[in-house]
Nanobody, 116 residues
Framework: VQLQASGGGSVQPGGSLRLSCTTS????????MGWERQAPGNQRELVAG????????YYADSVKDRAKIVREYATNTGHLELSNLGPEDTAVYFC??????????WGQGTLVTVSS
């Protein structure tokens, strides 16, 4: 499985964006898709994730009131929509796929910069 990440870029405070992550095969071939982010000087943190087989989702406290996961099974893509962005959301975002058995696959990082 390979992942293609897209989205991100520069956004003004209060703005929104959508991060997308597409698998090379069927979305059903993985167990969990998620996003982590790493801001300069900070540890990587889990931002959001969702179970492919089922409806479970996870949002970090830092984003849970302004994040939404969208599942697009027809295109093997998961989307993470973030709104009301602030400078604290500036980071490199990484999507990942949990294949089970302790195996994770990562997409390329995409930079999100929130500034005026």
């Amino acid at each position: 499985v390979q992942l293609q990440a897209s989205g991100g870029g520069s956004v003004q405070p209060g703005g929104s964006l959508r991060l997308s992550c597409t698998t090379s095969g069927s979305l059903y071939s993985i167990n969990v898709m998620g996003w982590e982010r790493q801001a300069p000087g900070n540890q990587r943190e889990l931002v959001a994730g969702f179970a492919i087989h089922g409806s479970n989702t996870y949002y970090a406290d830092s984003v849970k009131d302004r994040a939404k996961i969208v599942r697009e099974y027809a295109t093997n893509t998961g989307h993470l929509e973030l709104s009301n962005l602030g400078p604290e959301d500036t980071a490199v975002y990484f999507c990942y796929a949990d294949l089970g058995g302790g195996t994770k696959v990562w997409g390329q990082g995409t930079l999100v910069t929130v500034s005026s």
